[in-house]
């Protein structure tokens, strides 16, 4: 009997298909893991298991009965519970309170008499020590994360869905939740894992189900898998072993940046990119790698040490001073800090183009926008069409030619892949690419590993707001990057 | 697309690059773009139809209702006489239209208009020339706009509803201050008195000028830089700053715009009146923000334009002066156009989330 049976789950969103007709099922006191690269479907899967997204086809079946598309108070009921991949307590609310929150909608009288009851043994069980009073907005993210997973486990879930929560963990609070993950499954329950780091899917999963550009590729039972294996799968090929060390010229670094604190408290960071140099940053959420890029960009100033492009610091404060020194930012967050989602791809583009006080031809405008729409792929070649109708990988095209357009010196990525499927993946690392060869340098913070090893020259690893340690040429391996970012 | 990029990366160029592959050959550029071709045309008219349909439809109905049923509606002197009193109304839109594309709205230019009149009748009575008067009242206007709500809302960030209900409220306390209640008389300036009441055939000069502010600001909001910056800045602020638009300047500048405009209604208004006082309907701001509503404009900005916000006052103007020809009692007339108002945006949300 199967706790979970998928059949021919398939959802586009727009005209990009995410998913293409997946069967998974999962059995009781099993752990499965879903492993695939970003943009593969996992989390798309995942949200419409639970309900909060509606397959465009396909059948979703719980203990054999037929849940609604849809509709997640109906999968709640019927026993899926997920972590979902964005921290999602209310921050307002106490831990209790957080917990209970599936439970009763409007008894709250009875939360205080299940507060002692059921939530301290749960928490107990999670090797929680947090007081069931505390605000959930004053945990830290390792306790955060846990208290989430005990209010998907407080409706007694017959399939638990984690997705991606290991993400915000440091490697010791991590190897924590993968145990209670297995005491979880020996309790019977099933539970289906996602996540892109590749030991931890290889240590806890009895089963890895990947998924590559939306199709199932393949399942992998615990006796045969490998990280390396497993890795091939998600990427469709193998893995080239990289020769690094390619001497540069010994150009003068384009961007330096001198005693930079991230935190309070934290000690000073430096750093250097050469014309033509790829150095990645990454580290844990909050590890400080997306403010520096941040600071640098002249979005949100830490108050502290210097910036210089080619030996002249810049000294204009706010995003002004970085574009006129020839540093131009692609924000992570491309809803919130990109895109305007209303305008069209054109006025995208060319955000920021005109002058106040200038005449703004559209027509030029369209003109020169036009150049882009060939060079980076951007598809449906539909210049007036508002930006808010085209998928995220062509989206995130959009934000690229923006900051390309602007003939950077310094070009500093957030996330520059952040959900895009493959095929937009290989255009952004093209773009990035030519503009590496026209001298261009770049700094860019991800939180997918292979993403840094694959494009970097050299590897910054932060944690806790402070340089972990840089890593060059053979120290840039999986092993080496996640043990630093855990602060190992 | 998917295929093509599951396929092997092939090595190109630099090790160590192996995922930065060269630029495949893009289409030539070839120019075509710059040309308007006749399906652009066509494109661009289906976009526009798509965009105002709702409420030119509205209009042609009301119209064609009235002009059955209120006899003495469809006629020249009702068309001049219409234009003539919609004509301040049209002004403000167009100023509060600034800033609802912005992102923002501005409630104070009922507080302004009033007050930019009485301000005029002052100046006029301690006998400055006119021209000049009328100067410093716009410029005042201006400089009050950019300085107390721009710069509340656009560098404080306070919140722009609290910051223009309260100008409002201090604007309409300090009309009633200066003048104690009373009505000042304005007589014996020509000008304004043309400007409140001569008409070119049919056409009054306040109507034009209500025009002209209108099609200036679709000039402005189509073909300057800071027309394009107040869609970014309305449509995402965040990513209109890092993309270095000053975006705190172009919300100041916004309420600056509006506020002068108001004070331009004010004027007309004392020379309509003859008079300046501190009666004027104190509503008439949200009436304006009804009609950039009812003309595709979206709460919270960055989407709409002038020519939509111009068909909601055509829209509310024909309403009005229908209603009054039809000897509608004026408490039955606010009833009816609140209704009205509702349902014509509900309508517009409705038809636009079909699609």
């Known amino acids: ?488 | 697309m998917t295929e093509r990029a599951s396929e092997p990366v092939p090595a190109t160029g630099q090790p160590g690059h192996l995922a930065l592959q060269p630029a495949a050959p893009g289409p030539s550029p070839d120019g075509s773009g710059g040309r308007t071709s006749v399906a652009e045309l066509g494109r661009r008219l289906r976009a526009a139809q798509a965009d105002y349909l709702g409420a030119v439809i509205a209009v042609i109905a009301l119209i064609v209702l009235f002009s059955i049923t209120v006899p003495g509606f469809f006629s020249a002197a009702n068309f001049t006489d219409t234009w003539d009193t919609y004509s301040v109304f049209l002004i403000l839109t167009v100023g509060i239209t600034f800033t609802m594309l912005g992102g923002g709205m501005d409630l104070s230019i009922a507080g302004v208009d009033p007050l930019a009149g009485m301000i005029l009748a002052e100046l006029l009575a301690h006998h400055y020339s006119m021209w000049l008067s009328v100067l410093i009242v716009v410029v005042g206007a201006v400089l009050f706009g950019i300085c107390v709500n721009g710069f509340l809302i656009g560098v404080m960030k306070v919140n722009f509803f609290i910051v223009t209900l309260g100008s409002l409220t201090a604007l309409e306390g300090l009309a009633l201050q200066l003048t104690q209640g009373s009505t000042l008389l304005v007589s014996g300036y020509p000008f304004l008195n043309d400007l409140g009441n001569k008409d070119f055939g049919i056409v009054p000069l306040n109507g034009l000028i209500g025009v002209a502010c209108l099609v200036l600001g679709i000039l402005v909001l189509r073909y300057t830089g800071f027309g394009r910056a107040v869609y970014a800045v309305g449509g995402n602020a965040d990513a209109a700053r890092l993309a270095g638009i000053r975006t705190s300047l172009v919300t100041c500048l916004t309420y600056g715009i509006s506020a002068g405009l108001a004070a331009v209604g004010g004027i007309i208004e004392v020379g309509r009146l003859g008079s300046a006082g501190p009666g004027t309907d104190a509503t008439i701001g949200l009436t304006a923000v009804a009609a950039v509503l009812i003309g595709g404009v979206a709460f919270g900005g960055g989407k709409g334009t002038l020519l939509g916000s111009f068909i909601g006052v055509i829209f509310l103007s024909v309403l009005g002066s229908g209603l009054l020809i039809a000897g509608v009692s004026t408490y039955l007339t606010e009833l009816i156009t609140g209704v009205v108002l509702v349902a014509a945006v509900t309508a517009d949300r409705l038809r636009k989330s079909r699609k």
């Open chain 1, 1 to 488: 009997m199967h706790v979970l049976e998928a059949r021919g789950i398939t959802k586009s969103f727009g005209a990009a298909p995410v998913l293409r007709d997946v069967d998974i099922t999962v059995q009781p006191g099993e752990i499965v893991a879903l492993a695939g690269e970003n943009g593969s479907g996992k989390s798309t899967f995942a949200k419409i298991v639970s309900g909060t997204v509606a397959a465009s086809a396909g059948t979703i079946r719980l203990d054999g009965h037929l849940l609604p598309a849809g509709n997640p108070q109906q999968a709640a009921r019927s026993g899926v519970g997920i972590v979902p991949q964005e921290i999602t307590g209310v921050p307002e609310l106490n831990v209790a309170e957080n917990i209970l929150l599936p439970l009763n909608h409007s008894l709250l009288s009875l939360r205080r008499r299940h507060g002692q009851a059921v939530v301290r043994p749960l928490l107990d069980r999670l090797g929680v020590s947090a007081d069931l009073d505390a605000p959930f907005r004053s945990l830290p993210t390792s306790t955060a994360v846990l208290v989430e997973l005990a209010r998907a486990l407080i409706t007694q879930p017959k399939l638990l869905i984690i997705d991606e929560t290991t993400a915000y963990l440091e490697r010791t609070a991590a190897s924590v939740l993968l145990d209670v993950l297995r005491a979880i499954r020996d309790d019977g329950v099933a539970v289906m894992f996602i996540s892109h780091r590749l030991p931890e899917v290889h240590e806890l999963a009895d089963r890895t189900i990947v998924l590559r550009d939306g199709s199932l590729v393949g399942e992998v039972p615990r006796a045969q898998s490998s990280p390396d294996r497993i890795a091939r799968m998600m990427v469709g090929r193998e893995i080239e072993v990289h020769k690094r060390g390619q001497t540069r010229t010994a150009a003068p670094p384009r961007l330096t940046v001198e005693n930079v604190r991230l935190g309070p408290g934290a000690a000073p960071l430096s750093l250097q990119v050469r014309p033509g140099e790829v150095v990645g940053l990454t580290g844990l959420v909050n590890s400080g790698c997306a403010a520096l890029l941040d600071h640098v960009a002249g979005a949100r100033s830490l108050g502290s040490g210097t910036v210089r492009v080619d030996g002249t610091a810049i000294t204009r404060t706010g995003p002004r001073g970085a574009l006129a020194a020839g540093v131009v930012l692609l924000p992570g967050d491309r809803q919130k800090e990109g895109l305007l989602r209303d305008a069209s791809m054109t006025s995208n583009i060319m955000l920021g183009t005109w002058p106040l006080a200038s005449w703004a031809s559209l027509r030029r405008e369209g003109r020169m926008a036009r150049r882009f729409v060939g060079d980076f792929g951007i598809r449906p070649d539909a210049p007036a069409r508002p930006a808010r109708l085209f998928s995220g990988g062509n989206q995130q095209k959009m934000m690229l030619a923006r900051a390309i357009r602007r003939d950077p010196a310094v070009l500093l990525l957030n996330e520059p892949t952040r959900g895009v499927d493959v095929g937009a993946r290989a255009d952004v690392y093209r773009v990035i690419g030519e503009s590496l060869r026209s001298g261009v340098s770049v700094l860019f913070y991800s939180t997918d590993m292979h993403e840094v090893i694959e494009l970097s020259d050299r590897v910054l690893v932060l944690y806790d707001n402070q340089l972990a340690a840089e890593l060059a040429g053979d120290q840039i391996t999986e092993d080496n990057i996640s043990r630093l970012m855990g602060g190992g």
